[in-house]
Structure formats: structure tokens, C-alpha cells
């Protein structure tokens, strides 16, 4: 069993930063691929980013290219989404979720574990 607790949402003007956090526990965060989803009021679930569980590979939505970086701390067991020049239509609950198997996957639901999201809002 892996738990998922995001951290970091609020609320910032357009143009702005913030960087969540997702914090696990239990067994083996090392092993897992984590992505980063999101969801906006009336939309589909969509990923935003993932990493493989060695931290060396990863895909990032074309909505997001160049502005969103994801990246792990093993050592602490959290891994984190920087997100540079935030948009209005970046608004959404974003949630952290892991997968136990090799590789990236983009499916959320091929992923075993979620978190209970955190909000971000962007203001224009």
C-alpha cells in the first residue's frame, strides 16, 4: 500500500508559480512511476506529467511543455510538479498517483494509487 498526500495549491494571478508536493508513504516509493493528473470543473481526468521510478525518464502534456517540470526526492519520498507561467486554463484539482510497473503511462487508469488532490486556481 502506498498513501499519496498532496501539498502546495492556492491561488495565484496568471503568470505566476507554484510547485506541488506529493508525499507518500509506505513501502518502496522507489519503485514506482508517479505521475501528476488534473481535473477541471466539467472535463476528463488528464495527465499532466510523469517520471519512471528511476527519475531519468519522463512526458509532459503538450499543454504544458516548457512551463511544468516534475521531479522525485526518493530519499524523501515525495515527488514534486514546478509550474512556471501558469495560465488561467490551468485551473483544476491536481492529484499525484503512482504505478507499480516499468516505464511511463499516460492511462490514469493503469495507476495503482491516488492521492486526494489539491486545488490550484489561476486568475487572469
Known amino acids: 500500500q502506498v498513501q499519496l498526500v498532496e501539498s502546495g495549491g492556492g491561488l495565484v494571478q496568471a503568470g505566476g508559480s507554484l510547485r506541488l508536493s506529493c508525499a507518500a508513504s509506505?513501502?518502496?516509493?522507489?519503485?514506482?512511476?508517479m505521475g501528476w493528473f488534473r481535473q477541471a470543473p466539467g472535463k476528463e481526468r488528464e495527465l499532466v506529467a510523469t517520471?519512471?521510478?528511476?527519475?531519468?525518464?519522463?512526458y509532459y502534456a503538450d499543454s504544458v511543455q516548457g512551463r511544468f517540470t516534475i521531479s522525485r526526492d526518493n530519499a524523501k519520498n515525495t515527488v514534486y510538479l514546478q509550474m512556471n507561467s501558469l495560465k488561467p486554463e490551468d485551473t483544476a484539482v491536481y492529484c499525484c498517483?503512482?504505478?507499480?510497473?516499468?516505464?511511463?503511462?499516460?492511462?490514469?487508469?493503469?495507476?495503482?494509487?491516488w492521492g486526494q488532490g489539491t486545488q490550484v486556481t489561476v486568475s487572469s
Open positions: 498517483a503512482a504505478y507499480s510497473g516499468p516505464g511511463l503511462v499516460i492511462k490514469p487508469s493503469r495507476y495503482d494509487y
Open positions: 517520471m519512471d521510478w528511476s527519475g531519468r525518464n519522463t
Open positions: 509506505g513501502r518502496s516509493f522507489s519503485n514506482y512511476a
